[in-house]
């Protein structure tokens, strides 16, 4: 069965400088990873997980770098990770942020994913594991993860901690690569984990923490495929085709076992495109320096007056009615 788990495309980093700076072309990696550039202006954007592998993937062989995914994650340190990093460095120590990170993971960053801190003796291993095989770059995003891990141990050890060794999931190439990054030792593990010294999990947080609960949105569960489909529209918007064919090919489903599926969740395919384009013409409204046929251009509409048209039907009035009324 398919997997739906979303992530957060924040998690790319820095993506495009990497790419540029060794010699590739940014557009072109995009493209062959069947993704909008638009996403390099919208981190919080929710994208499949295993587009972010074929993402990951697609960069690392156009630019013939096996450490791009721990370098992205490193350099993007924990910004890279938005609601999530944000809320784990709200914790009292090391070892407070380290668990939370797997209580809050499937909500705040992505699903399909565990992570889990073990201690023998002097030694602490904190492991990251998708549950799901994915496919194709699968170990490239494991390899972010250790990334963002480490970032996450400097935040509290300190910018120049290295780890005492990093565990990559079978076999890898670009050893050396890779541990210029990490500064410290690589091996092939069972699965993608980073091992340091267990007495740092009682490192305090060198910010005064915050006792309080994460608000922000959601990642939904992979079983919630109405809301999967609204990502996905909201996706295929930025590429001008957001029909239900190639929605339902970028969720590997035909056209009729997505219409199945989500009448089973008491939800048509037309009336979720048609909350989500009015959600997001909203959204786009409030920005009041955008001209009104832009929008209709960047909602798929041929014709701005289409927009017009659709949007006076789902709410009584004009998109500039309503403009009007909102900035009054």
Same mark, same amino acid.
């Given at each position: 069965?398919?997997?739906?788990?979303?992530?957060?495309?924040?998690?790319?980093?820095?993506?495009?400088?990497?790419?540029?700076?060794?010699?590739?072309?940014?557009?072109?990696?995009?493209?062959?990873?069947?993704?909008?550039?638009?996403?390099?202006?919208?981190?919080?954007?929710?994208?499949?997980?295993?587009?972010?592998?074929?993402?990951?993937?697609?960069?690392?062989?156009?630019?013939?770098?096996?450490?791009?995914?721990? #370098?992205?994650?490193?350099?993007?340190?924990?910004?890279?990770?938005?609601?999530?990093?944000?809320?784990?460095?709200?914790?009292?120590?090391?070892?407070?942020?380290? !668990?939370?990170?797997?209580?809050?993971?499937?909500?705040?960053?992505?699903?399909?994913?565990?992570?889990?801190?073990?201690?023998?003796?002097?030694?602490?291993?904190?492991?990251?594991?998708?549950?799901?095989?994915?496919?194709?770059?699968?170990?490239?995003?494991?390899? !972010?993860?250790?990334?963002?891990?480490?970032? !996450?141990?400097?935040?509290?050890?300190?910018?120049?901690?290295?780890?005492?060794?990093?565990?990559?999931?079978?076999?890898?190439?670009? #050893?050396?690569?890779?541990?210029?990054?990490?500064?410290?030792?690589?091996?092939?593990?069972?699965?993608?984990?980073?091992?340091?010294?267990?007495?740092?999990?009682?490192?305090?947080?060198?910010?005064?923490?915050?006792?309080?609960?994460?608000? $922000?949105?959601?990642?939904?569960?992979?079983?919630?495929?109405?809301?999967?489909?609204?990502?996905?529209?909201?996706?295929?918007?930025?590429?001008?085709?957001?029909?239900?064919?190639?929605?339902?090919?970028?969720?590997?489903?035909? #056209?009729?076992?997505?219409?199945? #599926?989500?009448?089973?969740?008491?939800?048509?395919?037309?009336?979720?495109?048609?909350?989500?384009?009015?959600?997001?013409?909203?959204?786009?409204?409030?920005?009041?320096?955008?001209?009104?046929?832009?929008?209709? $251009?960047?909602?798929? $509409?041929?014709?701005?007056?289409?927009?017009?048209?659709?949007?006076?039907?789902?709410?009584?009035?004009?998109?500039?009615?309503?403009?009007?009324?909102?900035?009054?």
């Amino acid at each position: 069965m398919r997997s739906y788990a979303l992530t957060k495309a924040s998690t790319v980093g820095p993506i495009a400088d990497i790419v540029a700076a060794s010699g590739g072309s940014i557009v072109s990696v995009f493209q062959k990873a069947e993704l909008p550039l638009t996403l390099l202006e919208q981190p919080h954007r929710l994208i499949l997980l295993r587009d972010q592998f074929r993402l990951l993937e697609t960069a690392a062989r156009s630019i013939g770098d096996h450490s791009l995914a721990v #370098r992205l994650s490193t350099e993007a340190g924990i910004p890279g990770l938005g609601a999530y990093g944000a809320h784990l460095i709200t914790l009292p120590t090391l070892g407070d942020a380290i !668990l939370e990170s797997s209580r809050s993971l499937a909500s705040l960053l992505q699903g399909a994913t565990t992570i889990a801190l073990t201690v023998e003796g002097r030694w602490a291993k904190w492991t990251y594991c998708v549950t799901k095989n994915l496919g194709l770059g699968q170990q490239k995003n494991e390899m !972010l993860a250790i990334g963002y891990m480490i970032a !996450l141990l400097r935040y509290f050890a300190g910018p120049k901690w290295t780890p005492h060794r990093v565990e990559v999931a079978g076999r890898f190439d670009g #050893r050396r690569q890779i541990e210029d990054v990490v500064a410290g030792d690589v091996v092939s593990g069972d699965r993608a984990a980073v091992v340091f010294p267990a007495g740092l999990l009682e490192l305090p947080n060198p910010r005064p923490p915050q006792d309080r609960e994460p608000d $922000y949105p959601a990642v939904p569960p992979e079983t919630e495929l109405a809301a999967v489909v609204r990502h996905i529209l909201l996706l295929q918007l930025d590429q001008g085709d957001a029909g239900i064919d190639r929605v339902a090919g970028r969720l590997g489903l035909s #056209r009729r076992t997505l219409q199945r #599926r989500l009448s089973e969740q008491g939800m048509s395919f037309e009336a979720l495109a048609q909350r989500t384009l009015l959600d997001e013409a909203r959204d786009r409204l409030r920005e009041v320096n955008v001209p009104i046929t832009e929008i209709a $251009y960047e909602l798929g $509409y041929s014709d701005p007056a289409h927009f017009t048209r659709a949007f006076r039907r789902w709410t009584g009035e004009s998109p500039l009615s309503w403009r009007r009324r909102l900035t009054q």
